[in-house]
């Protein structure tokens, strides 16, 4: 019995060990780069994996002030923020209808809804659109344009979650009184926290991290956010790799916060899509 | 609990971001006067522009709005403003035939009747000129791109002689590589400066049989068959296999180049005549006087290439603020404002007014000394010529295995589609 | 019938009017475009029919054939490379490992980055002088140093390789999801008929499987056909055209003020990426329904 025990034991630590080594795979990149933000540009140069003789902090500082990123910040929170309630409220709700009730029309309106994960964005006449409708250079326009792009996949997302709530609760929500509205928000939206908080995280990431869309529908500087800020950091700091890095850091630390925050649900998130 | 927690800070955070937002909107609005809105590439912009542009400001109540995009998007994120009728009031865009891409006629503004107009130097009013108008206000300098060198490397390995033609720029490479140092620091990966290497050459064809170019631009004459420019091309996959760009040469960019000349390992770079300031920047010890430069010898090549004048600002025909405009053009050209604007671009040299000289570097009088004339290099010259594309043509020969005449071809294909039918 | 009072159109109609107007209709105008000679910089916009698209094809040796191949190259690369890596991470990390839910995390870190940052910073790591060589030198591994991206045979397998870096994470959640799906009495009923782990894996895993498969296939195709940012900030498409795809094929087309050709391309890959999308699909899902 204790043999079978330690043989189990074995077994457990070397798959630990495995992982843990394809797990540098992914971990050694972003020590270099944290470890290189925080070296002087000359030490920065031979881009090694050497500690820096001293931690440079005010990189950091340095870069929130050259690269406006405070400002940037609170664009990128707001265009990811207000798209992603866009998407994750319209799309819950087509999804709902699409689900529950298979007509042909709603059966091709599910595939015109797909078809969104396919096609090409076109950013010229996508501008022009929004110039029919005065919103370019915006930041409604650029949040409707964001949440519009998410709509396909959550629907996508959701599709799969419905089909997972027995239809008696709706029949039971019904005969207590309820109005179409109330059954959806009220009864149904509540159950689907896992597919929302996927949705959620999935598409803020997407919104947070598209640096042409902003390129194309916001054409003021003062309105871009941290991926696109970024960018234009790069371009012009081409060669202080060390504050290119804490760039890097400082644009993807709240993404990975938010991600924290959401982690435990995306894996019963994704459950649900694949269901359908 | 936890979760709880956290949505309320991320809701919070959210909410914040947001009202710092929308109050600095309510900042701009509050102030006068009119917004000038300004479109240009991120490596065209420096802190001289933005601190001329805050004096602007308060002096005339004008409000100066940036519109940077990265250097490699900005004229696919030009082109398609202007499709819209988004265009900015000021875009910038190269000076010379580049003017003719933007559809000048329906596009841009006639400035010819400015008063500052009356105070460019010869080379700005050509390079700014559309059809006999003058079509932008230019802050830049002429300049050209010839093979720098290294004078005390040169003495070291033995060469007295400038090289002026492609034997003795070899035998020259051979001496430096003798003593044990990379002959040229060439940014193998990055395209755009292969393409600077043959567009020098055209120069020197339309300087033997002039018209060239403009066959070239009504599209009745092509590179393909062109016997000096392949003959050049193969001297250059040459001198790579004799492994004078160092080992690394594929990998090697732009942005390394003031660092590489600085470290004294390599003894030539096809730079620009202002070079030579940026390297002193980062090591002292090499000053103006440290280097020489002649025009690239390939294909026995002794004409010096130009630029129309560099960079220049178009005023978009529909902006709306063209007063504003004109009065932020008079602001920048004051000769006060031109010596502070010249005093910190050190990488420009000749200025574009007669006010005040700009910085006239050692090595434009020496390149220009040491080549037979000059004329206008390709970007500049020859419509749809696109340095990047050129470079990845080139990149096929040095990594694909395509030959010259593929090379030459090539170029002719990717020009073809834009003249239309 | 209280069906169509509570599951009614009103529900739809905000996501359809948002998703119609700002992305069919840019969408199927930049299709129209297609068959036009829409250019920047000339005057005037002229129908063409089919002009372009014969262009594409009939260009023998040229760019876009060219760019097509690499595209399919590191599509099919990609594809199974994800995937598989994404199945083993999933068994590795279902059960049993304490840790499982750190390692879950490491994995699926990279996909939470914006693929341009990617592409910057392993563009410094994949320098002659990086910190790549700089291991394979430490461990002795001279023989495998590589200028990755400039060179012929490893600039486009570089490019994969990353590209599998960053998504091999999402594949993993994708299918760790179906197997969390698989009831523990399966595997316990065939133990005691004295199946081991690799029969229980033919015979139980990947038929459960088969749904997360399906999906977590057919969009890494599709995310395939349709890469450009990781190209693009690696390599720009060079050297020499080597790493072209279509779609930075498009940027540079779009650069030159070719819209007609631009969208083209576009719609070239779109149709290659529904064929091929819902062909998998009816492939993959169809055996289910069968079964």
Redesign the interface.
């Known amino acids: 019995m204790d043999k079978i025990k330690t043989i189990k034991k074995l077994k457990l630590l070397i798959r630990f060990l495995f992982t843990a080594a394809c797990s540098c795979l992914i971990l050694l990149p972003i020590y270099f780069i944290v470890i290189n933000s925080l070296k002087t540009v000359e030490e920065s140069r031979y881009l090694s994996f050497s500690l820096p003789a001293s931690f440079q902090w005010s990189n950091y500082i340095e870069v929130i002030k050259a690269g406006s990123l405070i400002r940037a910040f609170g664009n990128s929170m707001l265009m990811a923020g207000g798209s992603v309630i866009i998407c994750i409220v319209t799309g819950s709700m087509a999804s709902y209808a699409l689900s529950r009730r298979k007509t042909k029309l709603n059966n091709f309106l599910y595939v015109y809804f797909f078809l969104g994960l396919i096609a090409p964005v076109n950013y010229v006449t996508t501008l022009f659109t929004l110039k029919f409708l005065h919103l370019q250079n915006t930041y409604p326009g650029i949040i409707l344009e964001f949440g519009t792009l998410g709509i396909p996949f959550l629907v996508f997302l959701y599709y799969g979650f419905y089909e997972g709530i027995p239809r008696e609760l709706d029949e039971a929500a019904v005969i207590d009184g309820c109005s179409p509205f109330q059954l959806f928000f009220k009864v149904i939206f509540p159950l689907l926290k896992p597919a929302t908080i996927t949705g959620f995280v999935l598409n803020f990431l997407g919104a947070w991290n598209d640096f042409v869309t902003p390129l194309y529908l916001l054409s003021d500087n003062k309105k871009l956010g941290m991926t696109n800020s970024i960018y234009n950091f790069f371009g012009e700091h081409f060669n202080d790799w060390n504050m290119i890095f804490a760039d890097i850091i400082l644009t993807i630390a709240p993404i990975l916060i938010i991600y924290l925050c959401g982690q435990k649900y995306i894996v019963s998130g994704t459950a649900g899509a694949v269901k359908g | 609990m936890r979760n709880k927690k956290a949505a309320g800070i991320m809701a919070a955070a959210m909410a914040l971001s947001m009202v710092t937002v929308l109050f600095n909107c309510e900042e701009v609005h509050a102030e006068g006067g009119k917004t000038i809105t300004i479109a240009a590439g991120t490596g065209w912009v420096k802190d001289i522009d933005k601190e001329l542009a805050a004096k602007y400001e308060e002096e005339s109540g004008n409000k100066i709005e940036w519109q940077i995009s990265p250097d490699d998007q900005y004229e696919n994120v030009l082109g398609s403003k202007l499709a819209v009728g988004e265009g900015a009031d000021i875009f910038y865009t190269r000076s010379g035939t580049t003017i003719n891409k933007y559809q000048p006629e329906k596009y841009m503004m006639d400035l010819s009747e400015q008063e500052w107009v009356s105070r460019y130097v010869d080379w700005a009013k050509e390079g700014t000129s559309y059809d006999g108008k003058t079509m932008q206000f230019q802050t830049w300098s002429v300049d050209g791109w010839g093979i720098l060198y290294n004078k005390a490397m040169f003495e070291e390995a033995g060469i007295t002689e400038v090289p002026d033609s492609y034997e003795s720029f070899k035998a020259a490479c051979d001496k430096i590589l003798a003593i044990g140092k990379t002959p040229i620091y060439d940014p193998g990966a990055t395209q755009w400066h292969l393409g600077v290497w043959l567009g020098e050459l055209t120069t020197q064809i339309e300087s033997d049989n002039a018209g060239f170019y403009a066959g070239l631009n009504d599209n009745s004459q092509v590179f393909a068959g062109q016997e000096g420019l392949a003959k050049a091309l193969d001297q250059l996959a040459e001198m790579e296999e004799a492994g004078y760009f160092g080992d690394d040469f594929m990998s090697n960019t732009w942005e390394d180049a003031v660092a590489k000349m600085a470290s004294q390992d390599y003894a030539m770079c096809v730079t620009y005549t202002t070079f030579p300031a940026e390297v002193e920047a980062v090591n002292p010890e090499l000053t103006q006087d440290s280097w020489g430069m002649f025009p690239i010898p390939l294909n026995d090549n002794k004409v010096f290439g130009t630029s129309a004048g560099g960079i220049g600002r178009c005023v978009n025909k529909d902006t709306e603020v063209s007063d504003a405009v004109y009065d932020y053009f008079e602001f920048l050209s004051r000769p006060e404002n031109l010596t502070a604007y010249y005093d910190a671009r050190l990488d420009l040299g000749p200025c574009s007014f007669t006010d005040i000289p700009g910085n006239v570097p050692a090595v434009y009088e020496d390149v220009v000394g040491n080549a037979t004339g000059t004329g206008l290099a390709a970007e500049d010259g020859i419509l749809y010529w696109d340095n990047t594309q050129v470079g990845n043509l080139i990149q096929a020969m040095f990594v694909g295995g395509s030959s010259a005449e593929d090379v030459l071809q090539g170029i002719d294909d990717i020009r073809q589609p834009s003249f239309g039918e | 019938m209280?069906?169509?009072?509570?599951?009614?159109?009103?529900?739809?109609v905000?996501?359809?009017i948002?998703?119609t107007?700002?992305?069919?209709?840019?969408?199927i105008?930049?299709m129209v475009?297609s068959f036009t000679?829409w250019?920047?910089?000339?005057?005037g916009i002229h129908f063409v029919g089919l002009q372009n698209y014969a262009?594409i094809f009939m260009?023998k040796g040229?760019p876009y054939l060219a760019s097509l191949k690499h595209t399919a190259e590191f599509t099919v690369v990609t594809v199974i490379l994800k995937t598989l890596l994404g199945l083993g991470?999933a068994l590795?990390?279902n059960k049993?490992?304490r840790?499982r839910n750190v390692?879950?995390?490491?994995?699926?870190?990279?996909?939470?980055?914006?693929?341009?940052?990617i592409g910057?910073?392993?563009v410094?790591?994949l320098?002659?002088?990086?910190?790549l060589n700089?291991i394979l030198r430490s461990v002795g591994l001279e023989a495998l140093v590589h200028?990755w991206?400039?060179?012929?045979g490893t600039?486009l397998g570089s490019a994969m390789a990353v590209e599998v870096?960053r998504m091999a994470?999402w594949n993993m959640?994708?299918l760790?999801?179906?197997l969390?799906?698989i009831p523990d009495e399966y595997y316990e009923a065939s133990s005691i008929d004295g199946a081991g782990p690799w029969k229980q894996f033919w015979k139980i895993t990947l038929p459960f499987l088969r749904?997360?498969l399906t999906?977590v296939i057919v969009?890494n195709t599709?995310h395939g056909l349709?890469v450009f940012d990781i190209i693009y900030s690696l390599t720009?498409?060079?050297?020499?055209?080597?790493t072209e795809v279509i779609n930075t094929q498009?940027?540079?087309e779009?650069?030159?003020?070719?819209?007609g050709?631009a969208?083209a391309l576009?719609v070239i890959?779109?149709l290659v990426?529904?064929v091929i999308?819902l062909g998998m699909q009816k492939a993959l899902r169809g055996k289910e329904d069968n079964g």
């Open positions: 209280y069906k169509k009072k509570f599951y009614g159109m009103r529900f739809i905000p996501a359809l948002l998703y107007v700002l992305y069919i209709i840019p969408t105008a930049g475009i000679d250019n920047v910089t000339r005057p262009n260009s040229g991470l590795l990390l049993g490992l840790s390692f879950r995390m490491i994995f699926f870190l990279p996909y939470a980055l914006a693929p341009l940052i910057i910073s392993f410094s790591v320098k002659p002088d990086g910190p700089t200028s991206l400039a060179e012929k600039a870096w994470g959640m994708i760790l999801a179906g969390q799906m749904a997360p999906t969009l599709i349709r720009g498409g060079g050297p020499g055209g080597l498009v940027f540079k779009f650069g030159l003020g070719r819209y050709m969208n576009n890959i779109f990426t529904v999308a």
